[in-house]
């Protein structure tokens, strides 16, 4: 996992995602905050959801992308970029490298949602697969090692998670006195960034991490005192399947966030059907993870509390979804 470790020393500050936000702003979309009356019933709570699933590429992904992918010295542009993703964040690394002219590689586990492979593929990278997340990441690290192309991690990258916070600037800002955030969590890579953002603009808030049962990456991390390798991540969430965290993204969320929840696959399949059905919106299962935390009191937000579970992303199967539903 070398190329995916951080330094803990390195450290990601509120000035670098205020810097990303003037970098990235004018390519990516400042997505709706929207407040649901049903939703905030249901949960006992003043619920807005921030709609990144309309974000470019269908979910947040594309801001870390875009703040990396710009951030390259012209060497590192002439090498190239190179990934591994469950797809989100192969979209949006794939999506910044077009823009920027820069060639770019993802690796993906043959499991792979088909619709975020061809969107991937339809951003112009080369896609190789292999049949585990796990060994997508041991032929990315090769291919770095041979050719020199600059990997960009989905999630322990400090442009990336820098590109990330700009969702918590935007929160702050739509959203007067929120007192809770919910966000979905991978490899940490987004509630890095909006708990930086918020502990300089609201540092009273709390901030709740949620991951899926089949796939407890930071949970366990936490559990361990230092990031631990999941030997077998199984969940519907394929955006919240990361096998490993890095050192960088777990002291963020030691420091920043105030829980870590677990929600189980039905949990999320529900809340799912629940934004659908009171949202009006279409989010994948890894999107949904937040609601789950809230509609099954795992989250604990005081009741009445002013709250924003984060939609991440809205890519999802045609197939899948109607399996789901």
Avoid: W
Wanted: glycine letters at 8%; hydrophobic letters at 45%.
């Amino acid at each position: 996992m070398n190329a995916a470790s951080s330094s803990m020393h390195e450290t990601v500050s509120f000035d670098d995602i205020v810097d990303a936000r003037k970098r990235i702003e004018s390519q990516i979309v400042r997505t709706p905050v929207i407040q649901n009356e049903a939703l905030s019933r249901l949960t006992n709570c003043r619920l807005t959801l921030k709609a990144e699933n309309f974000q470019k590429t269908g979910a947040f992904k594309a801001r870390g992308a875009l703040n990396a992918v710009a951030l390259l010295t012209p060497e590192e542009r002439r090498q190239g970029v190179v990934t591994f993703s469950a797809g989100n964040h192969g979209q949006g690394l794939a999506f910044a490298a077009r823009m920027f002219g820069v060639a770019c590689t993802v690796f993906m586990a043959h499991t792979a949602a088909p619709a975020k492979v061809e969107a991937v593929r339809g951003y112009g990278a080369d896609i190789q697969q292999r049949l585990t997340i796990q060994e997508a990441f041991t032929a990315m690290e090769s291919m770095r090692q041979e050719t020199g192309a600059v990997f960009v991690s989905p999630f322990g990258d400090m442009r990336v998670i820098a590109g990330q916070g700009t969702v918590g600037l935007e929160i702050v800002e739509d959203v007067a006195n929120v007192e809770q955030i919910i966000v979905p969590i991978g490899g940490g890579g987004l509630i890095g960034g909006v708990a930086i953002a918020l502990a300089t603009l609201r540092p009273d808030a709390r901030i709740v991490g949620v991951e899926p049962e089949g796939a407890p990456t930071m949970t366990a991390a936490l559990n361990a005192g230092e990031p631990v390798q999941i030997e077998r991540v199984s969940t519907i969430a394929d955006g919240l399947a990361a096998p490993f965290t890095t050192e960088l993204n777990l002291a963020i969320v030691q420091k920043h966030v105030d829980d870590v929840v677990l929600v189980t696959e039905d949990e999320i399949a529900e809340a799912m059907r629940l934004l659908l059905h009171h949202g009006k919106l279409l989010s994948e299962p890894a999107a949904a993870a937040s609601l789950a935390a809230l509609m099954t009191g795992k989250a604990a937000v005081p009741v009445g509390a002013e709250s924003v579970a984060v939609v991440t992303g809205g890519n999802i199967d045609l197939p899948k979804l109607k399996t789901l539903l």
